[in-house]
């Protein structure tokens, strides 16, 4: 009679103990404690417990799963002369889960060829259990900075320069019409007329100058010739 041990996840038996050794030649869905319908080998093994003992191990093992159920015959550690009805037992126990099984001369072969054999059957070594990928980490706030430090700075606004500081708009640019010219420097405005005021002043014509009366002794008088004086009587009355 055999009996899962929930403490064996590996048949616990050495290469150089193995005495005869049975594996299926199919896989078979089986049930677990903590899965079901999963494919499986099997595996039928007679070690050697020294003393003149020896002991059985049945066992399923899901190679999706990497997982191994491991039943214990009750009647371990036995005589060694009883081995053989032990191990059919062991085989019937498979064989009524539908397993085919093919029985191996362990001890017949050579040290290498056991070596090899037993180097590629999962179910005797210890689990690898799988790396956990590391989190990336996260960038540190020093890396934050300096990549935010890299990037170009946005270039800074002109400057107006000192000399068209406290300009004044004048009425001539609005509404479509070209700007006046532009005031002369605060220094010049101080000390004599800007420009635009000495050329309205040379344009602007003087104003007219109303004639006046001349006075009574600078006026003409008109004087009456005798015709004996000809031409210089025209010339006088002419005036």
């Avoid at 896989?27 to 417990?49: H, I, K, M, P, S």
Wanted: glycine letters at 6%; a negative charge.
């Amino acid at each position: 009679m055999f009996d899962l041990d929930p403490s064996l996840d590996r048949i616990p038996v050495s290469s150089d103990a193995i005495e005869r050794v049975a594996w299926s030649l199919n896989l078979t869905a089986v049930a677990g404690t903590d899965f079901g319908g999963a494919e499986a080998r099997a595996y039928a093994v007679t070690g050697a417990a020294g003393g003149g003992r020896s002991v059985c191990y049945v066992c399923l093992y899901v190679q999706s799963m990497d997982r191994a159920q491991v039943y214990r015959y009750r009647a371990n550690p036995y005589p060694t002369t009883e081995g053989e009805a032990h191990e059919e037992e062991a085989l019937a126990f498979l064989e009524d889960l539908g397993f085919i099984l093919e029985s191996i001369d362990y001890r017949g072969w050579s040290s290498q060829e056991r070596q090899e054999w037993f180097a590629k059957q999962p179910p005797f070594h210890a689990r690898q259990v799988p790396r956990e990928t590391p989190p990336v980490p996260e960038e540190p706030a020093a890396a934050a900075r300096e990549a935010r430090a890299a990037e170009p700075a946005a270039p800074p606004e002109p400057e107006a320069p000192p000399e068209m500081e406290g300009l004044l708009v004048l009425a001539d640019s609005v509404e479509g019409r070209p700007p006046a010219p532009s005031p002369a420097p605060r220094q010049a405005a101080r000390g004599a007329p800007s420009a635009r005021a000495a050329a309205v002043a040379r344009a602007s014509p003087p104003p007219a100058r109303v004639p006046e009366k001349a006075p009574p002794s600078q006026r003409p008088v008109k004087v009456d010739l005798p015709e004996e004086y000809g031409e210089l009587a025209r010339l006088f009355a002419s005036f």
